[in-house]
C-alpha cells in the first residue's frame, strides 16, 4: 500500500500567516490530491498533481496554491491564512494502475 | 458535473443491529464506486469497491453492489459492532479524459453504535 504521511496533525495560525502544509508519499508515479473535509459538506478537492511541477485546481482552489518539486513530496500553501480556512486538510496518493486513493492522517488548522 | 448523495445522518444503532446507509450517484460513462472509512481522530481508509455494475464490494463485514440501472451503491452490513462507529463516505471516481482518477465525495453519514 501507500503510505502518505503529514507534517502536523494539529496546527494553529494567525490570520494573515503563510502556512505550509506537507505530505509525501512512498511511491514513485503518483498522482497527488488535496483536499479540506468540513462537516455536512464531506471532502471537497482543493488541487492535485499528476507528475512533478504539475499541478491542476480543483473544485475550491481560492485562496490556496501549491508545489511538487520532487514525485514524493505535495505542499499546500495559504498564502494569507484567513478564519474559513479553518478546517481538516488531507492529503491523498494514488496508486499507479489504479482508481483508489490512499490518505495521510490529515491535518487540523485552527486559524484565530 | 459528477456528484454523490448519501442518506441524511447521523446513525445509531444498537449493536448486531442491520445497519444500510444509501448513496446514490450522477456521473457521465462508468465510474468506479467507493466507500471510505474515518475512525474519530483518523484520516480515510478504504473500505471496499466495485468497477463496474453488478459488481459487489466487501470486506469486515460490509457489502455494496454497484447498481447501474438505479446509480446505486448502498452499503450494508448484517451486525454492526461498537467498534463500526465512524464517519463512512461514498465516492465515485470517473476515470475518463484528465481526471487523474479524482474522487468526488458525497457528505458523509456518522454512524454510533451502542453496546
Known amino acids: 500500500d501507500v503510505k502518505v504521511t503529514q507534517s502536523s496533525r494539529y496546527l494553529v495560525k494567525r490570520t494573515g500567516e503563510k502556512v505550509f502544509l506537507e505530505c509525501v508519499q512512498d511511491?514513485?508515479?503518483?498522482?497527488m490530491f488535496w483536499y479540506r473535509q468540513d462537516p455536512g459538506l464531506g471532502l471537497r478537492l482543493i488541487y492535485f498533481?499528476?507528475?512533478?511541477?504539475?499541478?491542476e485546481k480543483g473544485d475550491i482552489p481560492e485562496g490556496y496554491s501549491v508545489s511538487r518539486e520532487k514525485k514524493e513530496r505535495f505542499s499546500l500553501i495559504l498564502e494569507s491564512a484567513s478564519t474559513n480556512q479553518t478546517s481538516m486538510y488531507l492529503c491523498?496518493?494514488?496508486?499507479?494502475?489504479?482508481?483508489?486513493?490512499?490518505f495521510g492522517p490529515g491535518t487540523r488548522l485552527t486559524v484565530l | 458535473g459528477d456528484s454523490v448523495t448519501q442518506m441524511e445522518g447521523p446513525v445509531t444503532l444498537s449493536e448486531e443491529a442491520f445497519l444500510t446507509i444509501n448513496c446514490t450517484y450522477t456521473?457521465?460513462?462508468?465510474?468506479?464506486l467507493f466507500w471510505y472509512v474515518q475512525y474519530p481522530g483518523e484520516g480515510l481508509q478504504l473500505l471496499l469497491k466495485?468497477?463496474?455494475?453488478?459488481d459487489k464490494g466487501s470486506n469486515k463485514g460490509f457489502e455494496a453492489t454497484y447498481r447501474k440501472e438505479t446509480t446505486s451503491f448502498h452499503l450494508e452490513k448484517g451486525s454492526v459492532q461498537v467498534s463500526d462507529s465512524a464517519v463512512y463516505f461514498c465516492?465515485?471516481?470517473?476515470?475518463?479524459?484528465?481526471?487523474?482518477?479524482?474522487?468526488?465525495f458525497g457528505q458523509g453519514t456518522i454512524l454510533t453504535v451502542h453496546p
Open positions: 498533481s499528476y507528475d512533478v511541477k504539475m499541478k
Open positions: 511511491m514513485d508515479h503518483e498522482n
Open positions: 491523498a496518493g494514488r496508486t499507479s494502475g489504479s482508481y483508489e486513493q490512499f
Open positions: 456521473a457521465t460513462g462508468y465510474p468506479s
Open positions: 466495485a468497477t463496474k455494475a453488478d
Open positions: 465516492a465515485l471516481s470517473n476515470a475518463g479524459g484528465t481526471s487523474y482518477g479524482k474522487l468526488t
